[in-house]
């Protein structure tokens, strides 16, 4: 007599697993490799797929969420730091960027962070500019974005130089100051975020143009944030040479 069980041959077959929605979610947030808002979502959703894979054990998905996992922690660290070197580095740093190299007679780091004349210049030259700098002002202390100029608005994105008014605190007091800054290169039009030109905008003793060579940044009103500009006038002022590669504008 035959002890074996009987089996049935036309027993139906074990239903297809189903894949999990949250790590497919995860999977397609992480499509745009270099965007990091996406990334760094593609990541949550992969973790949050995997403890849901745990709880649902009869889906689907498990290297689908670890991909989405690993890919957008790795890729939300590139693209950061890529955004970060590119440009977002000098928007955040600003000024302090700009001038700590300048005062400091730091010729190698005034090649990183300017261009043209001023990145030319011997420690020298720079020290003799601003040797002339403190004895009108006194000791270099900070900057900021200024509080008393906003931005223009009229600043085309397409020009690829913009002003950016500063306040530069010395030890005798703030003072306001533009920045020449150079978003893109007019040659190549590859992004360079990067220092070009100085004015010390000083009416009392005449504004200070830094470097020689250079075309100032073009003259900002002094007016508060939300105040509504007055008509700009097409008269310009005379420049004079002043000490070290520097120009005074009377």
């Known amino acids: ?19 999990n ?15 990091p808002p996406m990334t760094l979502i593609g990541a949550g959703a992969g973790a949050f797929a995997l403890r849901s894979l ?11 969420a670890w991909t989405a ?12 730091w890529m955004f970060w070197v590119s440009g977002l580095r000098t928007i955040v740093l600003g000024p302090s960027l700009a001038l700590a190299p300048l005062f400091a007679n730091d010729t190698q780091g005034m090649k990183r ?17 601003t040797t002339f700098v403190s004895d009108r002002y006194g000791k270099y202390l900070s900057a900021h974005i200024s509080e008393k100029r906003a931005t223009p608005l009229e600043q085309s994105w397409k020009r690829s ?20 800054l150079e978003r893109f290169n007019q040659k190549t039009g590859k992004s360079s975020m990067i220092w070009r030109s100085l004015r010390i905008v000083d009416a009392a003793n005449a504004d200070v143009l830094f470097p020689e060579g250079e075309p100032a940044p073009p003259a900002l009103e002094t007016r508060k ?17 002043a000490p070290a590669k520097a120009q005074q504008t009377p």
């Open 1 to 19: 007599m035959n002890d074996q069980p009987i089996v049935d041959s036309d027993q139906s077959a074990a239903p297809a697993r189903s894949w």
């Open 21 to 35: 929605r949250t790590a497919v979610l995860a999977a397609m947030f992480c499509i745009p490799f270099f965007c």
């Open 54 to 64: 745990k709880k649902n054990p009869d889906t689907k998905g498990a290297w689908l």
């Open 69 to 80: 996992l690993s890919f957008g922690v790795v890729c939300t660290i590139l693209a950061s």
């Open 113 to 129: 962070e300017w261009d043209g004349p001023a990145a030319a210049l011997s420690q020298e030259q720079l020290a003799q500019f």
């Open 161 to 180: 130089m913009v002003v950016i008014p500063i306040t530069i605190v010395f030890s005798s007091g703030p003072i306001e100051a533009d920045l020449g």
């Open 225 to 241: 944030l939300g105040e509504i500009p007055a008509p700009q006038s097409s008269g310009g002022a005379n420049t004079t040479t």
